[in-house]
């Protein structure tokens, strides 16, 4: 029970009634359960070129190659990769940079896949970088570190405002960040 | 009143094991309304409790759990508000110790104080409300903004967002300091974020204080003390203080970035908008450091008057909360606090002075004798 409170979203009643039902149920379902869920440890692994969730070696989408290889958009989480391509407004690659800068919470530029970033915009020929850390203080910083760190070696554009603030980009619905990727701009 | 005339107003007020009160309700006419009754009586947890349902914070107390009646686990108010524009509300607050507040608008519950609080409903003066003008900055610079954020748009976000930004620049100082790992050129991007928050508040005490410095200085000759006043603000760091608005917000950035060495071997951010002081006096006398206890007391009640007009011409009439403060004014003082008050909005009066006489020295105003008048039936 305390493994299932772990998960997100599922408090302590729930696990609760999430464990009753897992003994009220014949114990073959409950262990074909266990064999995914032991089966999707062992198969997902970070992503070696964007750090998103892998079964095969790449992730599906830098598996594949009809993409626009001069974009990379950089998100916080990879939970943010699935808003966007349901946008259908973005044809690039993409690159999770693990988290956002925090110093009170002790999260540096190191802790964060920042040089692995650089070394791909070198690599790959991206044309343009365009950041899409949450719009909360911490993403807005990352991102400002961001063009820092990337001023005059590519294009950097950040999502346009007017996604919710304080939010992360998991939660905005498909149309507010379809014009927030249309209207991105240029970070001077 | 306000743009369009609008008050706030509070009608109705229930109050449950809230200091010495187990149970308490009280109706609330919309003109002065003088609470007379010895000391003790609970004259002050009535205005306490109209504070709490409006801002959800005692002017009094900063402990919450001071409020609660000795051997109650809880306390609880409710208010019904008269809201400028959207009509009569009732509020909920209840506290319990270690648990905290539980808030609700007319029956719905509200998950954040920030979303419930109405910022300028309410001006109080509570004789630790010297703490205005002899406190310290801190103390002046809070009776500044909470005035601010219900004239300003925007202005309590900023606040806000400065803060955050500024703790984040403290921590990540005082890690590069123990050389946990953080650069101090990493301070940059929080530098921004704290140079375009702390623009705005700048910009919005900047206005505030041009809008009220003229009010302050009449109601202080007014009420008997000097000709001359003024408010000032004391910008920190004090020498971006000629900086007009447009420039502000680079001349702070560039100015943190110059003092990343000094701040990171102090651990914090030395200055900016979060150490602003206001300077409050006559001609060039410093009230806040020289002034007598009645001289600070005359113009803590001009600020606070002068906070009343700018609400009432910028947003909205606040109802005025007056504790214990005639007993200490000669007749002459009293006779010019009671004519600024009684300008058709609500005003509450406690006093526990029986040389004063409400019927007569405040004309119009409903006398409520505490506890006798109080329906405290459970
Ligand atoms: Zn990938």
Redesign the pocket.
Same mark, same amino acid.
């Given at each position: 029970m305390a493994e299932l409170s772990r998960l997100p979203g599922i408090g302590a009643r729930s696990a609760q009634r999430l464990a009753f039902h897992l003994l009220r149920q014949p114990s073959e379902r409950s262990l074909a359960l266990a064999a995914a869920l032991t089966g999707l440890a062992e198969r997902i692994h970070p992503?070696p070129? &964007?750090f998103?969730f892998?079964e095969d070696e790449? &992730?599906p989408? &830098?598996a594949d190659q009809r993409r626009d290889p001069s974009l990379l958009c950089v998100v916080e989480e990879p939970s943010a990769i699935l808003p966007i391509e349901r946008t259908s407004e973005y044809r690039g690659y993409?690159h999770v940079l693990g988290g956002a800068l925090s110093p009170i919470d002790g999260v540096d530029p190191d802790d964060l896949r920042i040089a692995e970033l650089l070394a791909r915009v070198e690599a790959e020929g991206v044309a343009e970088v365009v950041i899409a850390t949450n719009p909360t203080m911490t993403g807005e910083a990352t991102a400002l570190y961001l063009a820092d760190a990337l001023r005059g070696k590519v294009r950097i554009t950040r999502l346009a405002s007017g996604l919710p603030v304080g939010a992360d980009l998991e939660h905005a619905d498909e149309l507010t960040l379809g014009r927030a990727l249309l209207g991105r701009r240029e970070l001077a | 009143m306000g743009p369009s005339g609008a008050s706030w107003r509070v009608s109705a007020l229930e109050l449950r094991d809230v200091r010495s009160w187990h149970r308490a309700s009280l109706v609330l006419g919309p003109g002065v309304t003088v609470l007379t009754g010895h000391n003790g009586a609970g004259k002050t947890s009535l205005v306490e409790a109209v504070v709490l349902a409006a801002v959800g914070a005692s002017p009094r107390s900063g402990q919450m759990g001071d409020l609660v009646r000795h051997g109650e686990r809880a306390l609880h108010v409710r208010a019904t508000l008269a809201v400028p524009g959207r009509g009569e509300t009732v509020r909920d607050l209840g506290y319990q110790p270690r648990v905290g507040r539980r808030l609700a608008e007319d029956g719905v519950p509200v998950a954040s104080l920030a979303a419930w609080r109405r910022p300028g409903s309410v001006l109080v003066f509570v004789p630790e409300e010297l703490r205005a003008v002899k406190g310290p900055p801190a103390a002046r610079r809070r009776g500044l903004d909470r005035v601010l954020e219900a004239v300003v748009p925007g202005f309590t976000e900023a606040v806000a967002t400065y803060g955050a930004a500024l703790a984040q620049r403290n921590a990540l100082l005082r890690r590069a300091k123990t050389g946990d790992g953080a650069a101090v050129a990493d301070a940059a991007p929080w530098e921004a974020q704290m140079a375009a928050a702390g623009a705005a508040v700048t910009r919005g005490r900047r206005q505030g204080i041009a809008m009220m410095a003229a009010p302050f200085a009449r109601w202080l000759a007014d009420l008997g003390g000097a000709s001359g006043g003024a408010v000032r603000l004391e910008a920190s760091p004090s020498r971006l203080d000629g900086v007009g608005d447009d420039g502000w917000q680079d001349a702070f950035r560039a100015y943190l970035a110059d003092r990343r060495g000094r701040d990171a071997a102090a651990g914090m951010t030395l200055a900016g908008p979060h150490r602003d002081d206001l300077w409050i006096g006559w001609d060039d006398f410093d009230a806040r450091r020289l002034g007598s206890q009645g001289e600070q007391r005359t113009a803590a009640l001009a600020l606070l008057l002068a906070h009343r007009d700018l609400l009432r011409e910028r947003a909205a009439r606040p109802i005025l909360l007056l504790d214990d403060v005639f007993s200490e004014l000669d007749p002459g003082r009293r006779h010019a606090l009671v004519e600024a008050v009684t300008d058709g909005g609500q005003t509450i009066i406690t006093t526990a002075d029986t040389g004063f006489e409400p019927q007569r020295e405040v004309p119009g105003a409903v006398v409520v004798r505490v506890p006798d008048d109080v329906d405290a039936a459970a």
């Open positions: 992503c070129r &964007c998103s892998a790449l &992730c989408i &830098c993409y | -």
